[in-house]
């Protein structure tokens, strides 16, 4: 199923991006102008409290499984493109739920300057999504 197929990945790319961040020598590394990489540390209250945790965990499972009913039944996520941005958001919000229950924190590392720093995760979600829903606009 490429809902699937597209979770795993994304999750596995988010992953391994996160722990070769982690190796780099300085906090800042400049890729090229207007992109550097700079690990930054998001921590929340909730992370580090387990109702939190549990809260997250379920509200995860709980997208997960409506979005799989939704790409089985039909009619809404029909399309191919569709269903591999409903895996790419899910994969995304996995990674990042991968991150609290390990770190009590999410790494973000893309620094663009002009935006906020986010990671790998957080384009799965924002582009998943976009991707998902686009052909309903």
Known sequence: MLTIAAASLLFLVDVTSKLVVRRLPHRSYAVMPGLHLRRVQVV???FSRTRGRTALIL???VAMACALILVRVGGV???AAAQ????AALG???GNLFDV???QAITDFVD?????VF?????GIVAGLILCFWPMV
Do not use: S
């Open 77 to 79: 996520f029909d399309d």
């Open 101 to 103: 229950l390990r770190r």
């Open 92 to 94: 995304g919000a996995l």
């Open 59 to 61: 509200t995860w499972l």
């Open 84 to 87: 591999v941005g409903v895996g």
């Open 119 to 123: 990671n790998v995760a957080d384009v």
């Open 112 to 116: 663009l300057g002009w935006w906020p």
């Open 44 to 46: 929340r209250a909730g």
